[in-house]
């Protein structure tokens, strides 16, 4: 039987210290079923979290970690005709994505079309459609709303300023460092500031004519807080991530006069729940984007396996830039 590696934990904690490259047999494909080369695998925030045990899915242990990636099929087995070798697939996260290979049923993997930019592509799954699915569903937005975001140097932050130029609404950023400043004003964001700005002053000064009924957070605490008095009366604030761990707090005076909605997004359940045909008209508007350059994400630095240690303390830097990837194949 042919090996394969891959980065597992067989016990939840800090990234570093409980993952382990190991050597894992790898079947030929039975009736069915394909061989997966994964191509590219990003280090997302939330991969980390479950790594660590405090993210809403915890997988069955012993676990390859990595809950997105792109794959390219192999080899098939008998009686699979949706698929041959070279076509591109999403990694199944369930399978785990920083992995070299891996055998699946061919009925559990999502085509993707392989004249996409290899790293984009690789990031297409989790990220964009999370921005989609914010600006499309909480606010009924028009063209020249304002939306307000903490974060925006995130991919999830990059994808929002693209997609809500492409809509016609305007995008609020707020940063932590004069760099992340820099690079949200060149990827088009229409106004930025550092975190600790008097956001409510800021928006009153550069968006006095349209106050933003939409704000994005993935920070928590005071920055959440700053979103919340900067939104319009009856404004929205979506919080899908916590970067600072800290609690998301409201002021009181807030959500009684001014009528704020809190709201909570997990992509995870819009992807499980939506009915098939919505969901494939999403990717693929997403995929056209990305084959277009319309959409996408920079990239910090890719990684082989072998040097998952540089590769994680690389994906908790501060400022980092752009995703971290595992190319485990290259
Ligand atoms: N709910 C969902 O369905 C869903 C889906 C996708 C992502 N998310 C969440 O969305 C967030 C962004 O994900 P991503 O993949 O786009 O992230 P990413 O590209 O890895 O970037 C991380 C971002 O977090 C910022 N950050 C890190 N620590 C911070 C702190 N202590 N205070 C303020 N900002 C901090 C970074 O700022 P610097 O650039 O300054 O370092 C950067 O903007 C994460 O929380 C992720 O878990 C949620």
């Known amino acids: ?6 980065l597992r934990y067989h016990q939840e904690g800090t990234p570093g210290e409980v993952l382990t490259l190991e050597t894992m047999e790898l079947p030929a494909p039975e009736s069915g079923q394909v061989l997966v080369k994964t191509l590219a695998a990003p280090v997302n925030p939330s991969d980390l ?3 660590a045990g405090v993210y809403a899915i915890l997988k069955p242990r012993p676990a390859v970690a990595g809950n997105e990636g792109l794959g390219e099929v192999i080899e098939t087995g008998d009686g699979v005709e949706e698929f041959q070798p070279g076509d591109w697939v999403r990694v199944p996260a369930e399978s785990g994505t920083w992995r070299e290979h891996l055998v699946a049923d061919a009925a559990d993997l999502m ?7 290899l790293e984009q592509a690789a990031m297409a799954f989790v990220n964009p459609p999370t921005a989609w699915r914010m600006l499309r569903d909480f606010v009924d937005l028009e063209r020249g709303d304002w939306i307000l975001q903490n974060a925006a140097t995130s991919a999830v932050g990059r994808y ?4 809500a130029r492409l809509s016609g609404w305007k995008t609020f950023n707020v940063v932590r460092s004069e760099r992340g400043a820099a690079a949200v004003r060149d990827a088009g964001g229409d106004a930025v500031v550092m975190e600790g700005t008097d ?10 004519d349209r106050r933003p009924r939409l704000a994005l957070n993935s920070v928590g605490g005071e920055s959440a807080i700053a979103l919340t008095r900067a939104l319009a009366f009856g404004g929205t604030l979506v919080t899908f991530g916590g970067m600072t761990g800290d609690p998301v707090r409201f002021p009181t005076r807030q959500l009684i006069f001014n009528d704020l ?8 359940r819009w992807l499980q729940e939506a009915p098939g045909r919505e969901l494939r008209a999403m990717h693929d508007y997403l995929f056209d984007l990305i ?9 910090a630095a890719a990684y082989s396996l072998d040097d998952y240690k540089k590769a994680l303390a690389h994906a908790n830097e501060p ?12």
């Open 1 to 6: 039987m042919q090996t394969t590696r891959a």
């Open 49 to 51: 979290g479950q790594v």
């Open 111 to 117: 085509p993707v079309p392989n004249d996409l930019p």
């Open 160 to 163: 929002v300023i693209q997609l």
């Open 199 to 208: 956001l409510k002053k800021a928006v009153a000064e550069h968006a006095a």
């Open 261 to 268: 909605r809190l709201r909570g997004f997990w992509v995870t």
């Open 291 to 299: 084959r277009m350059g319309k959409l996408f994400a920079p990239v």
């Open 319 to 330: 400022g980092r830039g752009g995703k971290v990837l595992f190319m485990p194949n290259s």
